[in-house]
């Protein structure tokens, strides 16, 4: 048996030493300087970097449960064929009552159990070393991770923090300049972050009337509805690139552009529950992951420059579109 650990600690520590790296490293010799990333970018690459830390983490988890299992296994072969060979090398001579050939038969069978035995306790030793490494690795991802993770939620509530600051001073202004009231609403969606445990139990009938919004900070909102659709749907406008999250908890059903919808995310969340995600600008998921609820799904699209950034968002149960709005309570 031939562990595959060796691999993936290889990957492992690539993708940790990378993420330690700082912008100004990865800059190859005699290249113009990039220019300064916007804090939107610092926010989006530490979010993505939080991504990979948590299915690095999750992977090695899973792999050092599986070192255990072998080496487990391997001790218990190692075990159990010790004590045939205590067994039989008690027999001592008897076997030459045998004749010759049992003799024989019974000195091989016994040198053939102490190689076994051998090589058992060599791959137990590799097994318990390769999770002894493995550990150390996982340890240092996780320190990595929860230091990252402090750093995205940080600039997460400042984000949010700024956004609507500045939209209290708009509404401010616009109250002495025009008393004509407006098709949209305006709404928050603070509560939406990676790691918000608000609507991660419970199924996705449970939230009628308090789901949390895909987008998070200020969102302009208004009924819409693309063409093929039997239902309305939201449209929720946000800066060009602005990050959409998961609902709730469920499974990629589709990823790809889709006619009027654009490039679309479907997530499955189980008992005939579905939200559709459309006019993204990037698709972050593929077809069959697992989501969990608050993770990045995509961006918001800007329909090509020639209308103004929205999210497109739908509700269905089954194949029936229902009205979103009293699923969020406004």
Known sequence: MKPRWSSFIGSMLIAASAAALSPAAE????????????KRDLGGDAERRLSEFTRETQAGKLELERLGKDADAAHARMVSRGRVYVRL?????????????AFVEHAVHLERLRNAIGRDVSLERELSAARVS???????????????????????????ALL??????????RAFSSSVGSAHTAVYGAGVGPGDPAAASGGFASLKG???????????????????????GLEMFAPSGSVVRAVHAGRVAFADSYAAYGRTVILDHGAGYYTVSANLGSIEVKVGDDVPFGSRIGTVGDDNGDTAA???????????????????GI
């Open 134 to 160: 493995l550990g150390r690795k996982l340890m240092d991802l996780e320190t990595r991770r929860a230091a990252l993770e402090v750093e995205v939620q940080a600039m997460s509530t400042a984000q949010t």
């Open 210 to 232: 308090r789901l949390p919004f895909p987008l998070t900070g200020r969102s302009e909102i208004r009924s819409a509805r693309r063409p093929g659709s039997e239902g309305p």
């Open 27 to 38: 800059v190859a010799q005699n290249t113009p300087e990039p220019a300064e990333p916007s």
């Open 89 to 101: 090398a008690k027999a001592g001579l008897l076997p030459v009552g045998g004749g010759f050939d």
């Open 310 to 328: 929205r999210l497109y968002f739908e509700i269905r149960i089954g194949t029936n579109t229902v009205a979103p709005a009293d699923w969020f």
């Open 164 to 173: 609507s600051e500045q939209d209290r001073a708009d509404a401010f202004t």
